[in-house]
């Protein structure tokens, strides 16, 4: 079964503290790890993505964690500010079909407070 | 360069009424798929047109329904509406390069369907 599991559903950290989201998965036919990040009202924006090859990927205050043979994989947040209160969604990606599908994770909202 | 857009932005229809809903993908783009989101199910993926052709399809009754023109923008349809289909109808676009799992897509605002 095509799943991706997210872990917490919900999440509140000071301005400054470091949320981590979790995510796992159970088909390895996946091979692309998007993160994305959405704001009330807007669509979700890619925020980072690391291929199964790579163990960790940073771009600005964002990292993923990616733990291949767990299939677990976990985005941190460093000195979270309150503008990045918004959903995350974790999603994987497979070729089917000749095109790729992405499959979410049920999201995590994020509140970070002063 | 222009991101993807959506057409209307807001719906509301009654039960039993048919519903088209337009996507405009990023210029060069040439797949378009499209997701529903809603609070308890979150974003399910509907299905995926490339060429206008459909290459994948999600896990929705016969009732949805897409198309895609010659030049990448497409449409889906919804008909029978039922006061479940009220969602948020996302598109994203991409490339839709050969091999391209690890293809990023980039989503619309999306239309927000009210059935009632």
């Known amino acids: 079964q095509q799943q991706v599991k997210q872990s917490p559903q919900s999440l509140i950290v000071q301005k400054g503290g470091i949320p981590i989201i979790n995510c796992a998965y159970e088909n390895t036919a996946f091979d692309y790890f998007p993160w994305y990040q959405q704001f009330p009202g807007k669509g979700p924006a890619l925020l980072i993505a690391?291929?199964?090859?790579?163990s960790e990927k940073k771009e600005g205050r964002f990292t993923i964690s990616f733990n291949k043979s767990a299939k677990q994989f976990s985005l941190h947040i460093m000195d979270s500010q309150p503008g990045d209160s918004a959903t995350y969604f974790c999603?994987?990606?497979?070729?089917?079909?000749?095109?790729?599908?992405?499959?979410f994770g049920t999201g995590t909202q994020l509140k970070v407070e002063l | 360069k222009a991101g993807v857009t959506q057409t209307p932005r807001y719906l509301i229809k009654t039960r039993g009424q048919q519903v088209t809903l337009s996507c405009s993908p990023i210029s060069g783009h040439r797949s378009v798929s499209w997701y529903q989101q809603t609070p308890g199910q979150g974003l399910q993926f509907l299905f995926e047109?490339?060429?206008?052709?459909?290459?994948n399809k999600g896990n929705f009754p016969g009732r949805f329904s897409g198309r895609q023109f010659s030049n990448s923008r497409s449409e889906m349809n919804v008909s029978t509406l039922e006061l479940g289909d009220s969602a948020l109808y996302l598109c994203a676009s991409s490339q839709g390069l050969a091999g391209g799992a690890q293809e990023t897509q980039y989503f619309g605002p999306g239309t927000r369907l009210l059935v009632l």
């Open positions: 999603a994987a990606s497979m070729l089917e079909g000749g095109g790729n599908k992405l499959t």
């Open positions: 047109y490339f060429s206008e052709t459909q290459r």
């Open positions: 690391i291929r199964p090859d790579v």
